[in-house]
């Protein structure tokens, strides 16, 4: 049982980088896996990246692979998004998510595999 809080939005120009962080407090945040979403107007809600519970998987959408990286420290209970090399279509409110993981690890890319969500932050990239 996780509550989860972004931060670190913004407004940058196009190349430019934002570190998003998103707050766990609550019990047991280790056992979690974590992912980022994003969610820009009139469009659904679309996954980003997501990290295991020991951090040795991570996994990201073809849109973000190589410019955005995910990690957590689990003694902070915490969770970032790296995020280089804006594009105006990054635009979107970003939301930190989690699901209590029980197996091995598979990559989830779905929302519908999270039933904790923080409340979003918003990211706006101009050009």
Known sequence: QVQLVESGGG???AGGS???SCAASGSDFSTYVMGWFRQAPGKEREFAATISRNSLNRDYSDSVKG?????RDNAKNTVYLQMNSLKPEDTAVYFCAGVLMIGTWTTSTSPHAYNYWGQGTQVTVSS
């Not at 410019?67 to 990690?71: A, C, G, L």
């Open 11 to 13: 407004l940058v120009q």
């Open 18 to 20: 934002l570190r998003l």
């Open 67 to 71: 410019r955005f990286t995910i990690s």
